[in-house]
Structure formats: C-alpha cells, structure tokens
C-alpha cells in the first residue's frame, strides 16, 4: 500500500508517534510505502495513495488546498489525532477574534502576503470527507499500531465505545471529599478515584483506548485528550460543563454554584480538546460565540 503522512497546522505530535514505532514502522515499510511524508522527505505534491494520515487543523487557506489534494488523492483519509478529530487543543484559540490571535503572537508585524486565515477553527471532516477518525493526543503507539495493523489489511478498525472511566482501576475514596480542588492545591492520593476525591476528572466523559493512562498511571485528572465520548458527542441532552459540575457537587457535597465558581477556568477544565467540535456547538441555541463567552472568554 502507499501512504501519506500529512500535517496541516499541528505540532507534529501525532507523526513523531507514527516514526517513533521503530519496529513496527520497519515492518511497514517493509510491506507498504510511504510516498508522501514532508516532515522527513522531500515531497511536494501528493502523490495517489491507498492511506492518508492527516493530523492538525484547517487554519488558513493553504491547509484548505492541501486537504482537498489529499481527499481527491487518497482512496482512505485518516483524521489522525484530537487535532484533526476534534480541533483539539488549537480550537482554544477561538476565544479570540482573528486580529487579537495574530497579534498577540506575532505582535505588529505587517501581513501582506500571509495566506488568508480561517475564521473559525473546524475538525477536518468539516471540509473534506474523513473515513476514519483515531483521536488521541497524541494517539498512543498501541493505539497506532492497532489501527494500521486493520488498516492496513483493509478490514474496518476498530472503534472504542466507551469511556475512559471505564479502563481506569482506582477505587473510591469514599464521600464527601473537602472540594472541589485543584491538583496544584492538593497532591492527590494515587489510586483513588480523582472525580470523586473532588478533581475535575473528564473520564467519564471522554472515550477510551488510552488505558486511562493519566488516572491510573499518574494519579491525574483525565483532561479529555483522547475528546469526547459518543454520549458526549451524540446525546444532545448532554452538557460536559454541567454533567462534571453535577459529578463534583456530589462528590464533595457542594452546591453546582459552589463548584462553578471554583473553577477558574472553565474552558480548559471542561472543553480542553474539544472546543471547536461543531457538536457540541450545535447544542446551543445562542451559537458558538456567546457559548464560549458564557465559558469565560479571556
Ligand atoms: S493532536 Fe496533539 S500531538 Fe497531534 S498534532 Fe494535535 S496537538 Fe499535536
Ligand atoms: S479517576 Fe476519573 S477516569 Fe478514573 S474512574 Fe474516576 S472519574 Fe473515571
Ligand atoms: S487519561 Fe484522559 S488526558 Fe490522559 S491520556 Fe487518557 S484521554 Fe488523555
């Protein structure tokens, strides 16, 4: 088979896991052959493929040529990463207006020339057709692996269902827990359920496959990377912001407004990799702009 590794506006993340298979990546090229990789080749043009893995996001016109080559190249398209999945962690941005983006990373530096921006950050299946989505940032080699082994061999990968609470193995601390609280306030207690110890934990709602590494391994809140679970994404009656507010009052026998006003940060703690996922801005009738004012615009 030929393949493409492709990036569009990323950190490159999502492709270093890919070349960092060792291994395996040898037992693939071995069988298969990348034909297009500008991050290690000299390529320019997208060459026919059987299999593109795009990561990153559509964030101005350029990246909006490259996708269509790509789509119209590719028999398959892989959204490879919550950038490309979700929008990940560049949909933040959106909180800002074009010309505040620009400026406070670039300062006063004149524009002529630049590719035109996009206005708003999309996951790519907003702009071209995806065939399959491998969330993750960055996926884990297991989870790559697994991927392109069905891939690969043409069968339909599999896709997780679940959630990442469902993979954790901690147990409860028992409740009420003193919260909510942050993990820079209280170290938290290794092997104890983060949410109910009165941490924002997105587990319950963020799709499995990363074997919950961050709870289990690190004694961390989940932030979601691997984005939002099917029910997150697909039960419009669900709201990640409330739901995990609810799950923290309860936990530490608070009332909602309590727990609101204790996160000081509502986007990155509720909407970190996923804020630019049109889903979940569908979901409300006011639209995208006063949904993230209402999170905290800063
Ligand atoms: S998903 Fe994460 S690792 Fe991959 S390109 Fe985006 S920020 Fe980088
Ligand atoms: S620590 Fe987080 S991921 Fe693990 S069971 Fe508790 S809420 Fe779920
Ligand atoms: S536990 Fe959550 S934040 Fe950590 S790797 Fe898994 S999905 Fe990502």
Redesign the pocket.
Known sequence: MQIALVSLS?????QAVFLGMEEYLYAIIGENRISFAPFIMDNREVAPVDLALV??TVRHAGHFMRAREVREKAERVVA?????CFG???GLADRFAEDTMLRRRFGDAAWEGAPAGVKRLLPLDSFIKVDYFLP???PTQDLLRKFLEAALAGAQPQREETTVCAECRVVSPGIPQPGPRRTTEAPPERGKCLMEAGYACMGPLTRDGCGALCPTLMGLPCRG?RGPSDRALLDPHVDMREETVRRLARATDSKAGEVESAVNDPVHAFYMFCLAEPALRRRRPEGSSPFVQRLGER
């Open positions: 990323s950190c490159l993340g999502c990561e990153g490879l990463g919550t950038c490309a990940g962690v560049q993750g940032c960055p990377c």
